[in-house]
């Protein structure tokens, strides 16, 4: 098992412009803030959404492109390190205007309609993304 403790850093809290790109936003803000550790979390909005989904069994995402759009149900994530740059890992659940929920991991592609968001920032360690070889993931080490 792997345990950090965190204390409490700077916290912000905004909204994305229409038109933008969901995690390319946050990323840059991640960014330019020169945040190494923390929470993620945003409601809103999407004009067209971009998600992938694990297959376990292959060791690889299948990307869904949702062309419509679709309410950010919940989208939470963190913020850590991979190959030395700031990483967002991110997933999203959203709705259609029927009710029917979809998500994954958040990808780029994802079109903001309105967005809200929240960082935290978590003061410690760094976390650093690595391939992982049972998962075939790049998880935390």
């Known amino acids: 098992m792997l345990v950090n403790e965190y204390?409490?850093?700077r916290e912000f809290l905004g909204r994305l412009e229409h038109g933008k790109?969901?995690?390319?936003?946050?990323?840059?803000?991640v960014e330019g803030k020169d945040i190494k550790a923390g929470i993620?979390?945003?409601?809103?909005?999407?004009k067209k959404s971009v998600v992938a989904i694990y297959d376990q069994e292959k060791k690889e995402y299948r990307n869904v492109v949702l062309e419509r759009p679709m309410e950010i149900l919940s989208?939470?994530?963190?913020?850590?390190?991979?190959?030395?740059?700031?990483?967002?890992?991110?997933h999203v659940v959203l709705g259609d205007r029927d009710g029917k929920a979809f998500g994954g991991h958040l990808l780029e592609g994802t079109e903001v309609f309105a967005a809200?968001?929240?960082?935290?920032e978590?003061?410690?360690?760094s976390?650093?993304?690595?391939?992982?070889?049972?998962?075939?993931?790049?998880l935390w080490s």
Do not use: M, W
């Open 7 to 9: 204390k409490s850093g």
């Open 21 to 29: 790109d969901l995690l390319s936003s946050l990323l840059s803000l």
């Open 40 to 46: 993620v979390k945003v409601i809103g909005a999407c």
């Open 75 to 90: 989208c939470i994530g963190n913020i850590s390190r991979f190959q030395g740059k700031p990483a967002l890992h991110l």
């Open 116 to 120: 809200e968001f929240y960082i935290k």
């Open 122 to 125: 978590l003061l410690g360690d």
């Open 127 to 138: 976390l650093e993304r690595k391939y992982d070889e049972i998962t075939g993931l790049n």
